[in-house]
């Protein structure tokens, strides 16, 4: 019976680079969003300020 051989090396690195793609999943996963969802989020969040600011009530002596 002979084992087969196996660069250490090799098979150090290619588990080092599959536990790194296993965090980058739970990271993508956790804090991944799209450009297009970033912006997006960003564009309603404008539109909701400006709606809000379009509702606001001056008072008589000028402040807001």
Same mark, same amino acid.
């Given at each position: 019976?002979?084992?087969?051989?196996?660069?250490?090396? !090799?098979?150090?690195? +290619?588990?080092v680079?599959?536990? &790194?793609?296993?965090?980058?999943q739970?990271?993508?996963? +956790?804090?991944? !969003?799209? &450009?297009?969802?970033?912006?997006?989020?960003? +564009?309603?969040?404008?539109?909701?300020?400006a709606?809000?600011?379009?509702?606001?009530?001056? !008072?008589?002596?000028?402040?807001?």
């Amino acid at each position: 019976m002979t084992a087969d051989i196996v660069n250490l090396r !090799r098979a150090r690195k +290619a588990r080092v680079r599959r536990e &790194k793609e296993a965090q980058a999943q739970v990271n993508r996963a +956790a804090f991944g !969003r799209t &450009k297009i969802e970033q912006e997006l989020g960003d +564009a309603r969040k404008q539109l909701d300020a400006a709606k809000l600011d379009a509702h606001k009530r001056e !008072r008589p002596d000028g402040s807001s």
